[in-house]
C-alpha cells in the first residue's frame, strides 16, 4: 500500500472547479509534487512545491497544503484535463520517494 | 530541446537480466540527479531507483535492492539499469526521470517517454 493516500476517482463538469487530495506525514519534511499522466502518455509535472507551476502549464492549476494533505486544484476544468494525477514526495531523509496511488479524473 | 530516451525494453524471461538504458540531449546531464520510476500495466506510478549528479550516492526501494543496479556515464550522457533475477512483478514500463529543486523542494520535471519491460515464460 502507498504512504501517500489519493482518492482512486473524482469527477468534474466541465468549467467547474476540483480538488484532489493527498494525505501523508511525508509533507512535513519536503513539499510535495503532482504529474498528470494522459492514457498513453508519459507523466508530466504540473505543480511541485508550495504552489509553483513549470512553463507550459495552465494558470487554472495551483497547488496548496494544510497539515498532512496537500491537494491540487484545477480552476475552470477543461477536457484536456481529463487523466490520472499523482502526488509524490521525498521520504525524511531524502534517500527515497514515494507516489500516491493516483486519482483518476472524469470530466463530464 | 531537453530530451530522455529510453531503450533496452524487451521479453525476459522469469529469472533474467536485461539492461534498460536512458540518453539525455539538450542540458548539462551531469549537473542532475536521476531516477528510474516504473508503472505495471493499469498501475500506478512506482519509484524504482535516484542517483546522484556525480554517481556517488545511489538509493533503491526494497522491491529492487540487490536485484537493480543503476549507474551512469556522464561522458556520454546516459543512465542505465541492470536488471537481475527479474520475476513477474516486474513488468512495466520503466521511464526515467531528471530530478531538480533544492533544500525542500524536489520533483521530476523531466520524464522520457518509457521503455516496456516484460517479464513472462
Known amino acids: 500500500s502507498s504512504e501517500l493516500t489519493q482518492d482512486p476517482a473524482v469527477s468534474v463538469a466541465l468549467g467547474q472547479t476540483v480538488k484532489i487530495t493527498c494525505q501523508g506525514d511525508r509533507f512535513r519534511t519536503f513539499y510535495s509534487s503532482w504529474y498528470q499522466q494522459r492514457p498513453g502518455q508519459a507523466p508530466v509535472l504540473v505543480i511541485y512545491g508550495e504552489n509553483n507551476r513549470p512553463s507550459g502549464i495552465p494558470d487554472r492549476f495551483s497547488g496548496s497544503r494544510s497539515g498532512d494533505t496537500v491537494s491540487l486544484t484545477i480552476t475552470g476544468a477543461q477536457a484536456e484535463d481529463e487523466a490520472d494525477y499523482y502526488c509524490n514526495s521525498r521520504d525524511s531523509r531524502g534517500e527515497t520517494w514515494v507516489f500516491g496511488g493516483g486519482t483518476k479524473l472524469t470530466v463530464l | 530541446e531537453q530530451q530522455l530516451v529510453e531503450s533496452g525494453g524487451g521479453l525476459v524471461q522469469p529469472g533474467g537480466s536485461l539492461r534498460v538504458s536512458c540518453k539525455a540531449s539538450g542540458f548539462s546531464f551531469g549537473r542532475f540527479k536521476l531516477n528510474w520510476v516504473r508503472q505495471a500495466p493499469g498501475k500506478g506510478l512506482q519509484w524504482v531507483s535516484y542517483?546522484?549528479?556525480?554517481?556517488?550516492?545511489?538509493y533503491y526501494a526494497d522491491s529492487v535492492k540487490g536485484r537493480f543496479t543503476v549507474s551512469r556515464d556522464n561522458a556520454d550522457n546516459s543512465l542505465v539499469l541492470h536488471m537481475n533475477s527479474l520475476m513477474a512483478e516486474d513488468t512495466a514500463i520503466y521511464y526515467c526521470?531528471?530530478?531538480?529543486?533544492?533544500?525542500?523542494?524536489?520533483?521530476?520535471?523531466?520524464w522520457g517517454r518509457g521503455t516496456l519491460v516484460s517479464v513472462s515464460s
Open positions: 526521470a531528471r530530478e531538480s529543486g533544492e533544500r525542500r523542494t524536489w520533483y521530476f520535471d523531466l
Open positions: 542517483i546522484s549528479g556525480s554517481g556517488e550516492t545511489i
